[in-house]
């Protein structure tokens, strides 16, 4: 299996999506497989002649080709997925950061996401658009039109309340706010804030919020290598307070997480291969 990463190059993207990949096996590779963990990122997916089998742990996806294109959308699991490539494999991933896909979507994320691994078409054209771009064989021509369609269906979303809160969290003075105080800085009550997170991000502030801090963590240990000291420069409250959310979000302790998780493509995507 080969992954390759973009970043957005038009500016407008670069403000929305966080990257690109495509991934790409062949018949002669073993099958991979790989844990993947919660994101902030809404995940956006198109494979080419696959069939993909999904629980609430697991994804499979097979090498098909009565099956001419799928395409996919992630953004509400919140526990380690178990990810599986089981022959030839021909996929394009958008991730999207925070909010971003909404300004590329015609209705609220919610309706989007459904079920552990839902089926995506926004609009009329997209799966036959995806299908052409899959069929591009050059990978460099391929992300040139995977960001013109993006652009083409580009209209600003707003949101100033997610906004307000998402400043809150990413805030590394005020992570660890309480609801309670999120809802008074922010002036509006805490049942009006869990709406607009089920309705533009599929997840509750309190499970965005551990992720924020997950994913931070991860990036700490990756700048400094310090396994003692960023626990509490990223205002975990204490170690067992870390060893405990990373063990709901990864499975795993965070020692054994770091021995055992992989960096690809300039610390991009962090899996675990088995």
């Not at 670069?14 to 991934?23: G, S, V």
């Not at 996401?113 to 069929?135: C, H, N, R, V, W």
Request: hydrophobic fraction near 35%; charged fraction near 25%.
């Amino acid at each position: 299996m080969t992954i390759k990463v973009y970043r957005p190059e038009n500016p407008i993207l670069k403000k929305y999506i966080e990257c690109f990949y495509i991934l790409e096996q062949t018949s002669e590779e073993a099958s991979a497989t790989y844990f993947t963990f919660p994101s902030i990122y809404t995940i956006v997916t198109a494979s080419e002649k696959t069939e993909t089998l999904a629980t609430k742990n697991k994804i499979t996806t097979r090498y098909c080709p009565s099956h001419p294109i799928e395409t996919n959308l992630v953004s509400n699991f919140n526990e380690p997925v178990l990810v599986s490539y089981e022959g030839i494999i021909n996929e394009v991933t958008t991730y999207f950061k925070p909010l971003g896909i909404n300004n590329f979507i015609p209705d609220d994320l919610k309706e989007y996401s459904e079920g552990s691994f839902p089926d995506f078409s926004p609009y009329g054209d997209y799966k036959q658009t995806m299908a052409t771009i899959l069929s591009i064989k050059d990978p460099d021509e391929k992300i040139k039109a995977i960001e013109l369609y993006w652009l083409s269906k580009f209209h600003p979303f707003e949101d100033t309340l997610l906004t307000e809160v998402l400043a809150e969290m990413f805030n590394t003075d005020t992570i660890n706010q309480s609801m309670t105080q999120l809802s008074y800085a922010t002036g509006r009550s805490r049942t009006t804030i869990n709406k607009h997170f089920d309705k533009h991000i599929c997840k509750t502030p309190s499970e965005f919020k551990k992720i924020i801090r997950f994913r931070a963590a991860i990036q700490s240990q990756l700048d400094n290598k310090n396994r003692v000291e960023w626990s509490y420069s990223l205002d975990y409250f204490d170690q067992s307070h870390m060893i405990r959310d990373f063990k709901r979000l990864t499975g795993f302790t965070p020692k054994v997480f770091f021995s055992k998780t992989t960096t690809l493509e300039k610390d991009l995507i962090k899996w675990m291969f088995i």
